[in-house]
């Protein structure tokens, strides 16, 4: 109502957020290409740490990935799981990097693609770590603890997401 673009933008980025953990795929969708349309005739670039602290444009290909996959558009999602990570290395900011690294984790979970989550899972431990962000890498123990289990014995891996989730909390 205000007329800010701004404002807009960030209203989209809530609802496409809320709309997936509810499960309405279709409605998370239609806010985050909203939100990129809208970012798309702004310059948002410099306010990716006002807002969650990660660019809205790296989340909304992100979320769109996650939407995409849900309802079957494998390549899709894939093609926007490269965008999310495109444009968060572009940004070069923290919060994004970790962000669309987060994200990406849980698309190749859902693709079910065993080793490029340990891959990403080892490497994301090691960013978080290195930019001393505890509870991200504590949230990385957790993703590769979680397909541990395909590798080696299944108390291996429980015995990683216990440790996760133990320095998260």
Known sequence: AQGDAEVHLQAHHCNW???YFVGDFRTSRAHA??????????????????YGNHDPKVCAHG??????????RTQA???????????????????SL???RDMRLLHRIYRREFAAVLSDATEFIAFTAEHGLADHRAKGLVFRGHFSPR???????RARIAGGNSEQW
């Open 77 to 95: 999602a894939l093609a926007q799981e490269h965008l999310s990570m495109e444009w968060a290395g572009k940004l070069a900011h923290l919060g």
């Open 98 to 100: 970790v962000h669309a």
């Open 33 to 50: 290409e909203q939100g990129l349309e809208l970012y798309a005739a702004h310059d948002f670039t410099g306010n990716a740490s006002f």
């Open 17 to 19: 957020a809320a709309a």
């Open 63 to 72: 979320e769109l990935a996650q939407v995409l996959w849900m309802q079957g």
């Open 151 to 157: 590798r080696s014995a299944p108390g291996a891996g």
